[in-house]
């Protein structure tokens, strides 16, 4: 009878203060939504469900705070979105990485070749910023990537290439790419039970921390064979912080409860 509310904090117990927590679909939703909303649990962090992204109300709303969350810095305006003028963003025949800033400067300022981007482009990584942040053990800053590739080229759902990014993607990126600008402040990061393909063009840089898989600047190769921290968060939580309902206890009477029926 429990299952949805300890779901919901233990997601919400897998991320750091401040972090952005994208989720997708109702049974992901709405349980993190009542344990913020009622019981006034993590109201540090921002939910944002990737199925309202496609919305330019909803867009609009991460530009203001909510509870104790700060608002989310965007390098667009959020008036780029209204009345779906950017709904989504087609695909130039041009494959070698340009900056990420200079891909979305494109996409908010289309030229003659209209709502028109590179494909991959990449973010520049300062590892002095990103300690700042205090989020990753100091031993690994040598394990730090110069840049990040973001591939939105990439379909890991057909195995085939993709044509255009909507809306949705395209503010996922922009928040990504604000974030790393801002020195990495706060943690970015997605349910682990939504579909993966929501984060595959960022992929090679997410790390688990139990339910939550967080945007990392190493990459998984890397991060696989020197360690970073992200581990130890998930055996913290997994074995210190979520709920169990019960499960957990050994004693018969409190054993938790079976219905049959």
Request: net charge neutral.
């Given at each position: 009878r429990c299952l949805a509310r300890g779901f919901a904090y233990n997601c919400l117990a897998s991320v750091d203060k401040d972090a952005i927590l994208f989720n997708s679909g109702d049974n992901n939703s709405f349980p993190v939504w009542y344990i913020q909303d009622t019981e006034g649990y993590r109201t540090d962090v921002r939910t944002l469900n990737t199925d309202y992204l496609y919305s330019d109300w909803y867009i609009f709303q991460a530009n203001y705070p909510y509870f104790d969350s700060p608002k989310i810095d965007m390098i667009g305006s959020t008036n780029a979105y209204a009345y779906r003028h950017r709904s989504r963003a087609y695909f130039m025949n041009k494959y070698e990485p340009c900056s990420t800033q200079e891909m979305l400067h494109k996409f908010y300022n289309p030229g003659k070749d209209g709502l028109k981007i590179q494909p991959i482009s990449t973010?520049?990584?300062?590892?002095?910023?990103?300690?700042?942040?205090?989020?990753?053990?100091?031993?690994?800053?040598?394990?730090?990537?110069?840049e990040i590739t973001i591939d939105l080229l990439k379909n890991t759902s057909t195995g085939n290439n993709n044509s255009?990014?909507?809306?949705?993607?395209?503010?996922?990126?922009?928040?990504?790419?604000?974030?790393?600008?801002?020195?990495?402040?706060?943690?970015?990061?997605?349910?682990?039970?939504?579909?993966?393909?929501?984060?595959?063009?960022?992929?090679?840089?997410?790390?688990?921390?139990?339910?939550?898989?967080?945007?990392?600047?190493?990459r998984q190769a890397c991060y696989t064979a020197t360690g970073s921290g992200y581990s130890d968060k998930a055996y913290d939580n997994f074995m210190h912080r979520y709920r169990w309902g019960g499960l957990d206890v050994e004693k018969a009477e409190k054993s938790p409860y079976l219905d049959e029926q």
């Open positions: 973010i520049a990584v300062d590892a002095d910023e990103v300690m700042k942040a205090e989020n990753i053990p100091s031993y690994s800053k040598p394990f730090i990537v110069p255009e990014a909507r809306a949705s993607k395209m503010v996922m990126v922009d928040m990504i790419a604000a974030n790393a600008a801002n020195g990495w402040k706060r943690q970015i990061a997605y349910m682990h039970t939504m579909p993966h393909s929501t984060f595959s063009f960022v992929s090679p840089y997410m790390a688990s921390t139990g339910l939550a898989m967080v945007l990392t600047p190493f």
